[in-house]
């Protein structure tokens, strides 16, 4: 089983270290963090992760609005917000887009939610620290 990040786009970019850090980045691929102007953003500093790959694709066919906005000199865009470290493990903390894509199809939590909170099948879970527990021998 392999834990990596990646996207349709441009295939996979990094792989999971044991921390939940990515920290590989895979062959023909790049990694960056940048800020608000594109620029690089300094190590440990939050920013939108931008990935480039000898195989990612040019754009999104009949889509010119979309490939402009996630496709710039070379970079492909995740709309992901990441923290990038100075030996290059990559933290991904959120989305700056607030939309999931799950299976191709771009699902806004703005319209789950209240689906969500009236639903009587749903009910909220409160976060709790992970219990570790011995496997059966």
């Avoid at 939590?109 to 879970?125: G, L, Y």
């Amino acid at each position: 089983i392999w834990d990596v990040y990646g996207s349709y786009e441009a295939g996979y970019v990094s792989s999971i270290a044991d921390d939940a850090e990515f920290r590989s980045e895979w062959p023909g691929a790049q990694v960056e963090v940048v800020g608000d102007g594109d620029e690089p953003m300094p190590p440990g500093e939050v920013g939108r992760i931008r990935v480039k790959t000898d195989r990612m694709v040019q754009g999104y066919l009949d889509d010119p609005e979309a490939t402009r906005r996630m496709f710039k000199h070379g970079w492909f865009y995740t709309q992901d917000l990441g923290v990038l470290q100075s030996d290059h493990r990559l933290q991904v903390i959120g989305r700056s887009d607030e939309v999931f894509n799950i299976s191709g199809t771009k699902i806004s939590p703005n319209a789950v939610a209240p689906v969500c909170e009236t639903d009587s099948w749903i009910f909220k879970v409160e976060s709790q620290p992970p219990v570790e527990q011995p496997l059966p021998a």
